[in-house]
């Protein structure tokens, strides 16, 4: 859970209608942004991670969190929800009509993807999405993400992942080392190879990244790439590294890492994982790291109505009224506590407020009220001093 913080300033909390349209969505958003920020980007510049914490994380605006146009380095441990918030991402996309034109690409170098993509997002997401590019080494991802650009339209390409892609010249090594090991007569070329220093792959990302940069610029495109995070054997200051060279970091706009909190359970049966996500790189708003929590469910995905409630309370914008318990022997637990939840007049345990606000769909005056609180923190945090480069009469 997101620590709680004392904001130094308060501002007027978003007046909840009973139901806010999107003409109100882009002007209340529109409103969050800064002055000097208005001039780079601004919710219709903006994908939606499907994530409100995330997306906020990202770019200060809680309906849209990855710049079109834009390199995104998706970084996690295993089983820390890396596809299933890239794939949330393209099912947020199809809900919008300003995205209707967009190809979305999934190349599941790794073959490993067992969602049910129907079940978690509807046949009409899932036949969107292109499962039939699969690149089988990085020369073949280059070829793929060309032909995608030469074709004039735009797209999101998601990658996973970075670390499952070979080369042809890992290939040819693999080979090699095949036929040696077997004791098969090898040609005059092979004998006289020597191997190489194997970076290849990270030379190849490199040239990837700075030719196609400018293009996906252009068309307004996306590309996400997901990548294993590694343990660091060398010298630094982290743990965690990943592969793929300095490049993928140069390029990014976005660079994010995922690790599991813990694990949730019902019926001693793992059914989700708790989620937190730190952006270490950020080229939008300039600001990071930047933190947020989310959980994910095997059968739902990013579960951000919980987050969002978690991350109100946390930030004393909601409240935590006493436990009921209609037995005194029953032990106090989170769920029994009611919530008070002001802006929707609303009290009882959390799960009495999820119904109700997917009830009354309230999910979007949701996602305001925490992006203003998000900002009203942002602000709490400034120097507001006075410019350093102020334009003076010399």
């Known amino acids: 859970m997101v620590d709680a913080l004392i904001l130094k300033k308060k501002k007027p909390i978003l007046k909840i209608k009973k139901k806010t349209t999107t003409s109100q969505i882009k002007r209340l958003t529109k409103s969050i942004i800064k002055p000097r920020e208005k001039e780079n980007f ?88 292109d499962m039939l590019t699969v690149s089988d080494t990085i020369q073949s991802f280059y070829g793929n993400i060309v032909n995608k650009i030469e074709e004039g339209r735009p797209f999101i390409y998601i990658l996973d992942s970075l670390d499952a892609i070979t080369s042809i010249e890992e290939m040819e090594r693999a080979k090699l080392m095949g036929k040696k090991s077997s004791g098969a007569k090898l040609t005059q070329k092979e004998k006289n190879s020597k191997g190489g220093w194997k970076t290849e792959k990270a030379r190849m990302v490199s040239e990837i990244l700075r030719v196609i940069t400018r293009d996906i610029k252009a068309l307004e495109a996306v590309v996400i790439v997901i990548s294993q995070t590694r343990d660091n054997l060398g010298w630094g200051f982290t743990d965690k590294t990943r592969s793929g060279g300095k490049a993928l970091k140069f390029y990014s706009t976005h660079e994010m890492w995922l690790s599991i909190m813990e694990t949730i359970t019902a019926k001693q049966r793992a059914i989700g994982v708790s989620t937190k996500a730190k952006v270490s790189k950020n080229k939008i708003t300039g600001k990071w790291p930047r933190f947020c929590e989310f959980p994910i469910f095997y059968d739902y995905g990013v579960d951000d109505l919980t987050a969002n409630i978690d991350f109100l309370i946390a930030n004393k914008v909601w409240e935590k009224g006493k436990a009921k318990r209609t037995n005194p022997k029953t032990e106090k637990t989170p769920e029994s506590r009611t919530i008070i939840a002001p802006h929707f007049k609303l009290e009882g345990t959390k799960q009495k407020i999820i119904t109700e606000i997917e009830l009354r769909s309230l999910e979007k005056d949701l996602q305001l009220l925490v992006g203003e609180t998000w900002n009203n923190i942002e602000e709490s945090i400034r120097l507001n001093r006075k410019p350093k480069y102020a334009q003076n009469n010399l």
């Open 42 to 129: 601004g919710p219709d510049s903006l994908v939606p991670t499907s994530s409100t914490l995330l997306n906020c994380a990202c770019s200060d605006i809680p309906t849209g969190g990855y710049g079109l146009g834009k390199l995104v380095n998706i970084i996690g441990d295993s089983s820390s929800g890396k596809t299933f918030l890239a794939l949330s991402c393209l099912a947020e996309m199809a809900m919008y009509k300003r995205f209707d034109d967009y190809d979305f690409i999934y190349d599941d170098v790794e073959a490993a993807l067992e969602f049910n993509l129907d079940y978690l997002f509807g046949t009409e997401i899932s036949d969107r999405i």
